[in-house]
């Protein structure tokens, strides 16, 4: 019986780990994409390049986002992590 419980949780533990695929990161209010693409392009920056972009979200938190530059020039939000700040 001890073994049926340990294989069971041992499956329900393993579907747990495992994800659908990537999933994209949905703009939020602040992000740079947030309503749709910006209307200027960034023409000198190398496609492919990514930089960064900090803002605080609505409790007050900064909010560091990964934007990578498409070979059409449109922004693609790769990463956001929420900076934790301990005073």
């Not at 990161?25 to 200027?40: F, H, N």
């Amino acid at each position: 019986m001890t073994r049926i419980a340990l294989a069971a949780f041992a499956a329900l533990f393993l579907a747990a780990c495992t994800t659908g695929g990537p999933r994209a990161v949905e703009p939020i209010p602040g992000s740079i994409t947030y309503g749709g693409q910006p209307r200027t392009k960034l023409t000198k920056a190398p496609i492919g390049s990514t930089f960064e972009h900090t803002f605080n979200d609505r409790y007050g938190r900064p909010v560091v986002e990964t934007y990578r530059i498409q070979p059409d020039r449109s922004l693609l939000l790769i990463h956001r992590y929420v900076r934790i700040e301990y005073f």
